[in-house]
């Protein structure tokens, strides 16, 4: 995990908005608060957006890393869906361990 700074959050974002993903290989970023919830890129620029009263929101993301393998996880903000970027190996993909225990 790496500490989300000022000079970082403006190499990750492209109009204003933190990246979903890296510019090269396309890997899935995930952007964790210091309370360890994860957020959706969108939720995480929306909690670097200072308030009417100049202070940032409550809990904002504080990391950035690729999520490469797991489950697939849901930002605490709205909900939305966090694909690693090769997916989850303990998942059974398509059936296939129903077809290589049927074929023992």
């Known amino acids: 995990m790496t500490k989300l700074t000022q ?5 990750l974002s492209s109009n204003g908005k933190l990246a979903k993903f890296t ?5 899935t970023l995930l952007y964790t608060t210091r309370n360890g919830d994860y ?12 308030d009417e009263f100049g202070g940032l929101s409550e809990d904002p993301a504080l990391y950035v890393s690729t999520y490469d393998e797991g489950p697939v996880l849901h930002c605490e903000n709205c909900g ?12 059974d993909v398509d059936g296939l361990a129903d077809a290589k225990a049927g074929a023992a």
């Open 7 to 11: 000079e970082l959050i403006k190499g």
């Open 23 to 27: 510019s090269v290989g396309c890997y």
């Open 39 to 50: 957020l959706c890129a969108d939720c995480a620029t929306e909690s670097h957006i200072y």
């Open 80 to 91: 939305e869906s966090i694909e690693a970027s090769y997916g989850d190996p303990e998942s």
